[in-house]
């Protein structure tokens, strides 16, 4: 065919991965868990954002893991690093420039409940 328009269109970009077909932090676009339900969802201002969810035969730690892998994947280098509580608590600081991020990865109890919280600092 001479002179004419292809029969499709270019191809589309691909997406980020984003597991649960959301983002668990919309600014950071940090997918939410794979295989997990999402409980609860609130974003707030300054890209702050709790998420709280539901995931079976996974700990804290592998959880926590999978955030930062995201986070670090973007850019952002851990700048520090907390565990808390019997290990239900884990958090960083992160860096990117001169922005900073608090990311807190809790387990509720011995359940298989998560919340994950975003918080800039600056």
Do not use: C, H
Request: charged letters at 25%; zero cysteines.
């Amino acid at each position: 065919m001479t002179g004419g328009r292809p029969p499709f269109g270019p191809a589309p970009t691909p997406a980020p991965q984003n597991y649960g077909g959301e983002y668990a932090n919309e600014v950071l676009r940090i997918p939410t868990y794979p295989r997990s339900r999402t409980l609860d969802k609130r974003e707030f201002g300054n890209g702050n954002s709790r998420v709280r969810f539901r995931v079976e035969g996974v700990n804290v730690r592998m959880v926590y893991n999978f955030f930062v892998d995201q986070i670090e994947d973007a850019g952002w280098a851990r700048n520090r690093y907390e565990v808390e509580g019997q290990n239900r608590t884990w958090q960083g600081v992160y860096q990117r420039g001169i922005r900073l991020v608090r990311v807190k990865v809790q387990q509720e109890g011995n359940s298989d409940v998560y919340v994950l919280e975003v918080t800039f600092l600056q």
